[in-house]
């Protein structure tokens, strides 16, 4: 049996000197080659069959005769087409004794020499290393002929395909993959998937084959018989061993040399590594170094491969030392010790350590014997570790919170350091990454999603729960930030007394006490706890209120997270879940329920409520999940502004889905005051707001109108993003609702905005598109008039009253006139738009009864127009270059200009009006037709005139007139 530590010229007797020079091959130093490979393939065989059990071990030994022979008896067969046939392969004893077990009535009866269409099998991998496991899978190299067709390379994939199935009946993972030495040569690669590093890895995959590559059956590789020092010259080699005779070229398996190794793969492949580090760190660390010392040495380092065949070719074939990870510790080693960098050399080691997975502390005879164990104690032995470190190493699942974080911190400063290395070294040569930017884009985002730190992030510690941290005993204290007069949250380990002014780093700090809880809970530090002790400032956080929130995380965030698709890393990151908590530890009520103030008023809405008008929505965490599997809380505790910016950032997070459908939003309070409804009112804002601006209906240029206390905030879209304006008061909204419009924009309110005041309510719940809607309500001698114009800008305005037919007739006369020139008036040189023919309605506002809801009455307009009853007022307005405005005003035929009459305008025209009326009677006057000149549209923000610019004049005139007239 071959074990580890002895010499293996015992297996052999030597025909030439033992180490071979450069110089040419002949027919001894071929056969002794071929001798060396042998003797350290069936010593890594061995190890493999030793470590499996003997239905896996039968399956390494049926494997060759599988692709040898195809019958339908036997496991793998698919097709009577398929190729078949491995090169010089001829079954043993053993292997047809294997055969008949799984076939008995099958007979072997040999085949056709001629037909080989599988020149190899390889084992490749950590397979017969000290990193193996029996939890490792086999990945099997099938090389075929070159020159099979497509059709036949299809079948063989489907036999390959049926092998690995069957060979799961057996607790064996296999991958086999189909493998064209003349395409691999030429650069053939597939895309980067989770098994596959796609096109950033060529040479350090051939690199890699060939120093762990175990022959099962068929062909050498070329490469094998090609002195080390020659692989500059490879080609040439090979010609002139196949020109000897030595090696039928035809009949052997060529991927190629390895000097040509280009400088863009250690960055491609140091990628591919940090890509599979996310899963499996320790192991991907390890390779991370190799790239930056081939990196380091580029262009003169040896490959771990070319080093590999070196020792074959010097005769230096001890198993252990020819270990492909040894092999690996050992240049890694090197590398460190002349760097200086002993600290990254100890973190390195305990990779390689965990990488074994062999803990030395636990005695037990490991299947295939001990040579494994041996020689991991011989390594650690070399290290200088003493008992103790092993036993901490080996209790991993035992380590406390502080240690997962710091042992998690460290890898991921190694992976940052060695991509920084890598990429650096890109710039410097200027070199391309080998890589295709889909890959380039699709790694960067999911690098992204696993290692950086983001603000509410929460970082996974112990992302595959390889420690557990359930029992870990924690405490969370508010304290003083040491920064300003703010305060933070804090998770520490066991410490139920903490000084609030010099207190210990905390294991994580944030300014909510849900971003922490969140925190502990994705550790694992709550699954083992119904409660945690939280020692809060101001006591606002109850037991209820702390083992209710925990309660809802294991509803809405059942561990582990699902695994996401690779697809999701083709698009930026989207939320996929999101839950809302109002008011973590914070009690909005304790003045006023003391006070019993909460009772005296009506106004039962969270945000506007008691007769105090007080908000009660206080501070607001969303977490947030996204198909990238990233966590994030984000706080909101701006005070009156809370509700607005958490409004925001919801709503741009829910643009991100383009269309696509919205996760259902979760909304939890436990506070001590009102908690229930509170979270209603919030859940029903939420969704009222999203179907605002998503729903089926939805206009992207809509205004949302939301009250809190006695303010309003009016929320819109710019630029693919949610802003929203603060507005103190009623009038203030009035104004900023009779704003210019870009397009048509609805005004929705929201369901408690302006219920105090029913009339502007009712009208602004009434504004319709593509019509123009004239509100009025009659008061005794003055009426209030609301426009909602074609854009859907707002317009009101006080105005004396006369009778309604007069003040309906020459509004419905203005707005035709109005409508008449949007349809002529055009600045020179632009299209004119298609006809406008607006649809003119005219409501009135009714109180109603006692026991009566206000409504809406409408008013037939008269379609004739008449002018009879009308004096014809005209008013031009324009604007000098000053800026500075004048107005023309003509009644029927007189004219009255502000730049002949300044001052006294308005006087002129009240005394003209009043001298063509019987009786000099003082009813309001209305101007009937309205224009403008150019400089005034020039200066509007969309360059065109709507319909409340028409009004906005118009009520300044007429007031200024009315105005005059009553003082005369």
Request: aromatic share 10%; proline share 4%; net charge neutral.
């Given at each position: 049996?071959?074990?580890?530590?002895?010499?293996?010229?015992?297996?052999?007797?030597?025909?030439?000197?033992?180490?071979?020079?450069?110089?040419?091959?002949?027919?001894?130093?071929?056969?002794?080659?071929?001798?060396?490979?042998?003797?350290?393939?069936?010593?890594?065989?061995?190890?493999?069959?030793?470590?499996?059990?003997?239905?896996?071990?039968?399956?390494?030994?049926?494997?060759p005769f599988l692709f040898h022979i195809n019958h339908y008896l036997l496991p793998g067969w698919v097709d009577d087409d398929v190729p078949l046939g491995v090169h010089r392969y001829q079954p043993d004893k053993t292997v047809l004794a294997a055969v008949s077990n799984?076939?008995?009535?099958?007979?072997?009866?040999?085949?056709?020499?001629?037909?080989?269409?599988?020149?190899?099998?390889?084992?490749?991998?950590?397979?017969?290393?000290?990193?193996?496991?029996?939890?490792?899978?086999?990945?099997?190299?099938?090389c075929y002929r070159p020159d099979l067709p497509a059709e036949a390379v299809y079948l063989l994939q489907q036999k390959a395909t049926a092998i690995s199935k069957w060979a799961?009946?057996?607790?064996?993972?296999?991958?086999?993959?189909?493998?064209?030495?003349?395409?691999?040569k030429g650069g053939v690669s597939s895309a980067m998937s989770e098994e596959d590093s796609g096109s950033s890895q060529h040479f350090l995959l051939l690199d890699e084959f060939y120093r762990t590559g175990v022959l099962l059956a068929g062909a050498i590789p070329m490469w094998?018989?090609?002195?080390?020092?020659?692989?500059?010259?490879?080609?040439?080699?090979?010609?002139?061993?196949?020109?000897?005779?030595?090696?039928?070229?035809?009949?052997?398996?060529?991927?190629?040399?390895?000097?040509?190794?280009?400088?863009?793969?250690?960055?491609?492949?140091?990628?591919?590594?940090?890509?599979?580090?996310?899963?499996?760190?320790?192991?991907?660390?390890l390779k991370l170094l190799a790239m930056e010392i081939y990196a380091d040495g580029y262009p003169d380092g040896l490959l771990l491969s070319v080093d590999y065949k070196?020792?074959?070719?010097?005769?230096?074939?001890?198993?252990?030392?020819?270990?492909?990870?040894?092999?690996?510790?050992?240049?890694?080693?090197?590398?460190?010790k002349n760097k200086g960098q002993i600290r990254r050399l100890e973190l390195i080691r305990k990779c390689f350590y965990f990488k074994v997975n062999l803990p030395l502390t636990r005695r037990g005879r490991a299947k295939g014997g001990n040579w494994r164990r041996e020689l991991l104690e011989q390594l650690v032995k070399e290290w200088g570790w003493q008992h103790s470190d092993l036993e901490h190493l080996d209790n991993r699942t035992g380590w406390s919170v502080d240690q997962v974080v710091k042992e998690r911190r460290e890898l991921i400063a190694e992976l940052t350091h060695c991509y920084r290395y890598l990429t650096q070294f890109?710039?410097?040569?200027?070199?391309d990454l080998k890589m295709r930017q889909d890959e380039l884009l699709m790694l960067g985002r999911k690098l992204s999603a696993a290692f950086d730190?983001?603000?509410?992030?929460?970082?996974?510690?112990?992302?595959?729960?390889?420690?557990?941290?359930?029992?870990?005993?924690?405490?969370?204290?508010?304290?003083?930030?040491?920064?300003?007069?703010?305060?933070?949250?804090?998770?520490?380990?066991?410490?139920?007394?903490?000084?609030?002014?010099?207190?210990?780093?905390?294991?994580?700090?944030?300014?909510?006490?849900?971003?922490?809880?969140?925190w502990c809970y994705f550790n694992g530090m709550l699954d083992a706890h119904s409660n945690v002790p939280v020692f809060q400032a101001d006591n606002g956080l109850s037991d209820y209120e702390l083992k209710e929130i925990v309660t809802s995380m294991r509803h809405e965030f059942p561990k582990p997270l699902p695994s996401i698709p690779q697809d999701n890393f083709h698009s930026g990151a989207v939320p996929t879940k999101l839950a809302l908590y109002v008011n973590v530890g914070a009690d909005p009520l304790p003045y006023l329920s003391a006070r019993g103030l909460q009772k005296i008023s009506s106004r039962n809405d969270a945000l506007d409520f008691s007769a105090l008008r007080e908000n009660l929505i206080l501070t607001l965490d969303l977490v947030v999940v996204n198909s990238w599997n990233e966590v994030l809380v984000n706080r909101f505790d701006s005070g009156s502004d809370t509700m607005v910016q958490c409004l925001q950032f919801y709503l741009n997070q829910l643009a991100k889905l383009k269309g696509k459908s919205h996760p259902e939003l979760a909304v939890y309070c436990f506070c001590a005051s009102r908690p229930a409804a509170i979270a209603n009112r919030v859940k029903e804002l939420f969704e009222d707001i999203s179907q605002c601006y998503f729903g089926e209906h939805s206009q992207s240029k809509t205004r949302y109108v939301l009250a809190i206390e006695s303010s309003f905030y009016v929320f819109q879209l710019h630029n693919k993003l949610l802003s929203a304006v603060t507005l103190a008061d009623e009038e203030a909204l009035i104004k900023h609702l009779s704003i210019?419009?870009?397009?048509?924009?609805?005004?929705?309110?929201?369901?408690?905005?302006?219920?105090?005041?029913?009339?502007?309510?009712?009208?602004?719940?009434?504004?319709?598109?593509?019509?123009?809607?004239?509100?009025?309500?009659?008061?005794?001698?003055?009426?209030?008039?609301?426009?909602?114009?074609?854009?859907?800008?707002?317009?009101?305005?006080?105005?004396?009253?006369?009778?309604?037919?007069?003040?309906?007739?020459?509004?419905?006369?203005?707005?035709?006139?109005?409508?008449y020139c949007q349809n002529t008036d055009f600045p020179q040189g632009e299209p004119t738009s298609p006809s406008i023919n607006r649809s003119l309605q005219f409501f009135e506002f009714m109180v109603g009864g006692p026991k009566e809801k206000p409504y809406l009455k409408p008013h037939k307009l008269d379609s004739t127009l008449s002018v009879a009853n009308f004096h014809n007022a005209i008013a031009i307005v324009t604007r000098n270059d000053k800026g500075k405005l004048s107005f023309n005003i003509q009644i029927d035929d007189q004219e009255f200009d502000s730049l002949t009459e300044g001052d006294k305008l308005y006087t002129k025209v009240a005394e003209y009006l009043l001298g063509l009326r019987k009786g000099r009677e003082k009813y309001p006057c209305y101007i009937t037709e309205l224009h403008f000149g150019d400089d005034i549209r020039n200066r509007l923000p969309y360059g065109r005139l709507q319909t409340l610019h028409y009004f906005q004049y118009k009520h300044l005139i007429e007031k200024s007139i009315n105005n005059a007239m009553k003082a005369l």
């Amino acid at each position: 049996m071959i074990c580890s530590g002895v010499s293996y010229t015992q297996y052999m007797e030597p025909v030439i000197s033992q180490i071979i020079t450069p110089g040419g091959l002949n027919q001894k130093t071929t056969n002794e080659l071929k001798k060396r490979y042998q003797i350290v393939n069936k010593g890594r065989l061995k190890r493999i069959e030793n470590s499996l059990q003997m239905q896996q071990r039968q399956f390494l030994d049926l494997l060759p005769f599988l692709f040898h022979i195809n019958h339908y008896l036997l496991p793998g067969w698919v097709d009577d087409d398929v190729p078949l046939g491995v090169h010089r392969y001829q079954p043993d004893k053993t292997v047809l004794a294997a055969v008949s077990n799984i076939a008995r009535s099958y007979n072997y009866s040999g085949m056709n020499p001629l037909r080989r269409d599988i020149l190899s099998l390889f084992l490749m991998g950590s397979t017969g290393t000290i990193a193996q496991s029996s939890a490792s899978d086999l990945d099997v190299w099938c090389c075929y002929r070159p020159d099979l067709p497509a059709e036949a390379v299809y079948l063989l994939q489907q036999k390959a395909t049926a092998i690995s199935k069957w060979a799961e009946s057996l607790s064996l993972e296999v991958h086999i993959f189909l493998m064209d030495a003349h395409k691999f040569k030429g650069g053939v690669s597939s895309a980067m998937s989770e098994e596959d590093s796609g096109s950033s890895q060529h040479f350090l995959l051939l690199d890699e084959f060939y120093r762990t590559g175990v022959l099962l059956a068929g062909a050498i590789p070329m490469w094998w018989l090609v002195h080390p020092q020659e692989e500059g010259n490879y080609s040439h080699e090979v010609k002139a061993i196949a020109k000897t005779g030595l090696l039928n070229y035809d009949e052997s398996l060529d991927f190629g040399g390895m000097a040509d190794l280009p400088p863009g793969e250690f960055v491609g492949a140091g990628l591919w590594q940090l890509y599979k580090g996310i899963e499996s760190p320790y192991k991907s660390v390890l390779k991370l170094l190799a790239m930056e010392i081939y990196a380091d040495g580029y262009p003169d380092g040896l490959l771990l491969s070319v080093d590999y065949k070196q020792a074959i070719f010097d005769f230096k074939i001890d198993l252990d030392e020819l270990d492909p990870y040894v092999m690996l510790y050992r240049r890694i080693e090197k590398y460190l010790k002349n760097k200086g960098q002993i600290r990254r050399l100890e973190l390195i080691r305990k990779c390689f350590y965990f990488k074994v997975n062999l803990p030395l502390t636990r005695r037990g005879r490991a299947k295939g014997g001990n040579w494994r164990r041996e020689l991991l104690e011989q390594l650690v032995k070399e290290w200088g570790w003493q008992h103790s470190d092993l036993e901490h190493l080996d209790n991993r699942t035992g380590w406390s919170v502080d240690q997962v974080v710091k042992e998690r911190r460290e890898l991921i400063a190694e992976l940052t350091h060695c991509y920084r290395y890598l990429t650096q070294f890109a710039r410097r040569l200027r070199t391309d990454l080998k890589m295709r930017q889909d890959e380039l884009l699709m790694l960067g985002r999911k690098l992204s999603a696993a290692f950086d730190r983001k603000a509410g992030k929460i970082e996974m510690v112990n992302p595959h729960a390889i420690t557990d941290l359930r029992y870990e005993k924690i405490t969370i204290h508010q304290l003083a930030s040491r920064q300003g007069d703010d305060m933070l949250w804090g998770v520490f380990r066991n410490l139920l007394q903490v000084d609030p002014l010099n207190y210990p780093t905390p294991l994580k700090h944030a300014n909510g006490l849900l971003e922490v809880l969140i925190w502990c809970y994705f550790n694992g530090m709550l699954d083992a706890h119904s409660n945690v002790p939280v020692f809060q400032a101001d006591n606002g956080l109850s037991d209820y209120e702390l083992k209710e929130i925990v309660t809802s995380m294991r509803h809405e965030f059942p561990k582990p997270l699902p695994s996401i698709p690779q697809d999701n890393f083709h698009s930026g990151a989207v939320p996929t879940k999101l839950a809302l908590y109002v008011n973590v530890g914070a009690d909005p009520l304790p003045y006023l329920s003391a006070r019993g103030l909460q009772k005296i008023s009506s106004r039962n809405d969270a945000l506007d409520f008691s007769a105090l008008r007080e908000n009660l929505i206080l501070t607001l965490d969303l977490v947030v999940v996204n198909s990238w599997n990233e966590v994030l809380v984000n706080r909101f505790d701006s005070g009156s502004d809370t509700m607005v910016q958490c409004l925001q950032f919801y709503l741009n997070q829910l643009a991100k889905l383009k269309g696509k459908s919205h996760p259902e939003l979760a909304v939890y309070c436990f506070c001590a005051s009102r908690p229930a409804a509170i979270a209603n009112r919030v859940k029903e804002l939420f969704e009222d707001i999203s179907q605002c601006y998503f729903g089926e209906h939805s206009q992207s240029k809509t205004r949302y109108v939301l009250a809190i206390e006695s303010s309003f905030y009016v929320f819109q879209l710019h630029n693919k993003l949610l802003s929203a304006v603060t507005l103190a008061d009623e009038e203030a909204l009035i104004k900023h609702l009779s704003i210019e419009q870009a397009e048509y924009s609805p005004i929705v309110l929201d369901r408690y905005a302006l219920t105090d005041k029913p009339e502007l309510r009712l009208i602004l719940l009434n504004a319709s598109s593509n019509h123009i809607r004239v509100f009025f309500r009659k008061l005794k001698e003055t009426a209030n008039v609301y426009i909602v114009d074609e854009l859907g800008s707002f317009f009101s305005f006080k105005t004396p009253f006369h009778t309604q037919q007069t003040l309906i007739s020459s509004l419905q006369r203005f707005l035709r006139l109005v409508e008449y020139c949007q349809n002529t008036d055009f600045p020179q040189g632009e299209p004119t738009s298609p006809s406008i023919n607006r649809s003119l309605q005219f409501f009135e506002f009714m109180v109603g009864g006692p026991k009566e809801k206000p409504y809406l009455k409408p008013h037939k307009l008269d379609s004739t127009l008449s002018v009879a009853n009308f004096h014809n007022a005209i008013a031009i307005v324009t604007r000098n270059d000053k800026g500075k405005l004048s107005f023309n005003i003509q009644i029927d035929d007189q004219e009255f200009d502000s730049l002949t009459e300044g001052d006294k305008l308005y006087t002129k025209v009240a005394e003209y009006l009043l001298g063509l009326r019987k009786g000099r009677e003082k009813y309001p006057c209305y101007i009937t037709e309205l224009h403008f000149g150019d400089d005034i549209r020039n200066r509007l923000p969309y360059g065109r005139l709507q319909t409340l610019h028409y009004f906005q004049y118009k009520h300044l005139i007429e007031k200024s007139i009315n105005n005059a007239m009553k003082a005369l």
